[in-house]
């Protein structure tokens, strides 16, 4: 393992990153997937999704620290150990994410044009299909039941790993690519 693994990623909280982005002192960026950022992220941050994580794109600020966020703080610590790892010395994340960001009832950019977010899609996607492979185990062949059992052995899957492969597929839609609307 690199030092640079070992090294413990600083967290900050949303009263203390406030008052340091009123005072133009971080960078602020968001790891979110596109379509989760159009609908919500903080003022001012920058998009840098951790599923195409480029280090050219993390924006070089002097005098700043760089904060990472997420919805709740895992995906940016992913993110915040990847800058260490690259050398990145000032860097922070928001271990509650936009979560706690929220809950502290500070202002966020709202789009309500952009897409649903990918847990609503997951849920309405992994629903539809336990409910059709259900009706088609019961009216045509036991066989459909299968489908429901396999998206029940995903969820579980994505509940055990934190890693939901259906989440995944459904970033890569166009619809959930857009970051502006």
């Not at 009263?15 to 602020?28: E, I």
């Not at 903080?42 to 994580?53: K, N, R």
């Not at 760089?66 to 895992?74: R, W």
């Not at 052995?153 to 459904?170: D, E, I, K, P, Y």
């Amino acid at each position: 393992m690199s030092a640079a693994r070992l090294t413990p990623l600083p967290t900050i909280d949303a009263q203390t990153l406030k008052r340091r982005l009123d005072q133009r002192s971080v960078t602020l960026i968001d790891v979110r997937e596109p379509g989760e950022f159009a609908g919500e992220h903080i003022p001012g941050a920058t998009l840098v999704p951790l599923s195409q994580f480029d280090l050219r794109k993390i924006p070089q600020v002097d005098n700043t620290q760089l904060v990472v966020y997420c919805l709740t703080g895992q995906r940016s610590a992913i993110a915040g150990q990847k800058l260490l790892a690259a050398g990145f010395v000032a860097v922070a994340h928001l271990p509650g994410g936009l979560a706690d960001w929220q809950a502290a009832r500070y202002p966020t950019v709202i789009n309500r044009q952009a897409p649903m977010s990918l847990m609503r899609q997951v849920q309405i996607v992994a629903g539809s299909l336990v409910f059709t492979g259900t009706v088609l185990g019961a009216l045509v062949s036991p066989w459909f039941l299968l489908l429901s059992g396999f998206v029940g052995a995903g969820l579980v899957f994505a509940g055990v790993s934190n890693t939901c492969m259906l989440a995944r597929l459904l970033a890569k839609l166009p619809y959930n690519q857009r970051s502006q609307a």
